[in-house]
């Protein structure tokens, strides 16, 4: 059993920024891939960002470019870096660990941007 605990979230202004951070209590050297998800009200849950085991990184269309995706393994922390921060980025935020046998989620950090 792996539990992900995500922090960072709050409310911020168009055009600003946030660091989300996702703090596992086992490895994540052994999660296939990290990744953070997203729902907005009345929308399905979608992948913004993801990172392998290998290091490479996988981002959703809309973020690509403004957000950035990491992992230290030391601290079995992942982190999104998030800049020019827009309205429709408002959202729950969660933190996603995906090994061989299971897959775990994070309780979720809300993001909103709004002036």
């Known amino acids: 059993q792996v539990q992900l605990v995500e922090s960072g979230g709050g409310l911020v202004q168009p055009g600003g920024s946030l660091r989300l951070s996702c703090a596992a209590s086992g490895s994540i050297l052994r999660a296939n891939t990290m990744g953070w998800y997203r729902q907005a009200p009345g929308k399905q849950r979608e992948l913004v960002a993801q990172i392998t085991r290998g290091g490479g990184t996988n981002y959703a269309g809309s973020v690509k470019g403004r957000f950035t995706i990491s992992r230290d393994n030391a601290k079995n922390t992942v982190y999104l870096q998030m800049t020019s921060l827009k309205p429709e980025d408002t959202a729950v935020y969660y933190c996603?660990?995906?090994?061989?046998?299971?897959?775990?989620w994070g309780q979720g950090t809300q993001v909103t941007v709004s002036s």
């Open positions: 996603n660990a995906d090994y061989d046998y299971s897959g775990y």
